[in-house]
């Protein structure tokens, strides 16, 4: 997802002076890129080949200046990776002839009992993080950075999804249900941040990062989704760990800088 995943606040931003415009695709305000962002464009398969245990296929796409409205062109690479220890490692890299914002992510959403089994309130999701960043009535950051203690967005110890979704909490219920980005412990360091376990399969999900944020929606917009095999896929009936910047952040000083200069590297993994 990009070029700016998540949120930005009535579609606009400035930088060095200049205010550029956004699409406005969720209300007021820009998400995802806008309506054309990256999901929905070509990339070129650059190459692809295998090293030991490890299948590789890099795909290349060029953003061009004010596409989508977002300054400057940038050079886009993503490496996906499988390895035989049943992991698959996603390597962003990209760099900006110009001043812009950059913030990329994964989507993919997961319900590790299977497609066709129903909601995941049941899977058990483990979170490593002190604090989120709660959001107004359109899901847009107050700029405050909360702490999950004595609240339903706790996940430090290991928590069903379901437990608490429903509770009367403020944040929580803006969003529907979790719709939100925490605050990683990372630091910026390249660890587990979470862990998410399937109830009746048994099967456990790891996720490793240096993004400063994870955003997990429990698809509580998602309503009459066909999918494989004429599965109608619902409400919650999937999870999305979206490892990233922390949404509108080119608008909060007390946020992680989403900013590439001109020539700077932006790396994630």
Known sequence: VGRFANRIRNAEFSLNGQTYHLEKNNKEHSIHGGTNGFNRQVFKTDTFYTVKDTAIVVFKYKS????????????????????????????????????????????????LDGHNSGSVLQHTLTLEADYFTPGDAQSIPTGEILPVENTPMDFREGR?????????????????????????????????????????????????????????????????????????????????????CYPDAVHHENFPSPVYRAGEKYTAH
Not at 203 to 219: C, F, K, L, S
Request: charge should be negative.
């Open 64 to 111: 061009t200046h004010l596409e989508g409205g977002f300054p400057g062109n940038i050079e886009l690479s993503i490496a996906y990776k499988l390895t035989n220890h049943n992991e698959i490692v996603l390597e962003y890299t990209a760099t900006t002839d110009k001043p812009t914002v950059v913030n990329f992510t994964n989507h993919s959403y997961f319900n």
């Open 160 to 244: 069903k999804i379901g437990e608490r979704i429903e509770e009367e909490y403020e944040p929580l219920r803006f969003g529907n249900g979790y719709d939100h980005n925490w605050v990683l412990k990372n630091k910026g360091n390249f660890e587990k941040v979470a862990e998410l376990m399937a109830e009746e399969s048994g099967i456990v999900m790891e996720t490793y990062t240096d993004r400063p944020g994870m955003q997990i929606y429990t698809a509580n917009f998602v309503e009459n989704e066909v999918g494989k095999e004429g599965v109608v896929y619902g409400k919650r009936s999937a999870v999305c760990l979206e490892t990233q």
